[in-house]
T-cell receptor, first 114, second 111 residues
Framework: EAGVTQSPTHLIKTRGQQATLRCSPI?????VYWYQQALGLGLQFLLW???????NRGNFPPRFSGRQFPNYSSELNVNALELEDSALYLC?????????????FGPGTRLTVL | DQQVKQNSPSLSVQEGRISILNCDYT??????FLWYKKYPAEGPTFLIS?????DKNEDGRFTVFLNKSAKHLSLHIVPSQPGDSAVYFC??????????FGKGTSLLVTP
């Protein structure tokens, strides 16, 4: 069974640009979560999508947004990039709606903002 | 506001000995706790979990203990193996919400 996949692996942008990161969940999983791991910090929860709807949002500005498609894949968009957005962005999927469902992570997208 | 704390950034243990990784949390609403393991250039891998109605859960060499009154959990690895060298993240959630992670503890198991 294929795991969670993310693309691209690495992304280099300049300040002010927009970045789009993509995630494909494990087959059969309807929930997708996005996390940011900045240098020296733990994983910070960004967004949670389930059945195409945004279910919860972490403490991030509105320029972090996303969506979930009918096939449950997801996109994370970061607008007006700032230097501190440089981080590893991890996507996870789970079979259901959060809580005790185990989240399975992809390998991440390393975003570098110059 | 860090609701899940792993106060030891690193730990070194000899092969065959016990590794004990600790985690503290502040939110009494958390009712489910997980440990993830992460190798460089890979995403975190689920290791073991425990519900707040239990105080211990065991899976092979891995045991998680939960002390709700102290808001503390720990992961025991016995015996430790060099392949266990990785960063271990503690995570917590209250049902229906996303995970709150600690900053991780880097475990090094030496031969």
């Amino acid at each position: 069974e294929a795991g969670v996949t993310q693309s691209p692996t690495h992304l280099i942008k300049t300040r002010g640009q927009q970045a789009t990161l993509r995630c494909s969940p494990i087959s059969g999983h309807t929930s997708v979560y996005w996390y940011q791991q900045a240098l020296g910090l733990g994983l910070q929860f960004l967004l949670w999508y389930d059945e195409g709807e945004e279910r919860n949002r972490g403490n991030f500005p509105p320029r972090f947004s996303g969506r979930q498609f009918p096939n449950y894949s997801s996109e994370l968009n970061v607008n007006a990039l700032e230097l501190e957005d440089s981080a590893l962005y991890l996507c996870a999927s789970s079979p259901g709606k959060g809580g005790t469902d185990t989240q399975y992570f992809g390998p991440g997208t390393r975003l570098t903002v110059l | 506001d860090q609701q899940v704390k792993q106060n030891s950034p690193s730990l070194s243990v000899q092969e065959g000995r016990i590794s004990i990784l600790n985690c503290d949390y502040t939110n009494s609403m958390f009712d489910y706790f997980l440990w993830y393991k992460k190798y460089p250039a890979e995403g975190p891998t689920f290791l073991i979990s425990i519900s707040s109605i239990k105080d211990k859960n065991e899976d092979g060499r891995f045991t998680v203990f939960l002390n709700k009154s102290a808001k503390h959990l720990s992961l025991h690895i016995v015996p430790s193996q060099p392949g266990d060298s990785a960063v271990y993240f503690c995570a917590a959630t209250n049902s229906g919400y996303a995970l709150n992670f600690g900053k991780g503890t880097s475990l090094l198991v030496t031969p």
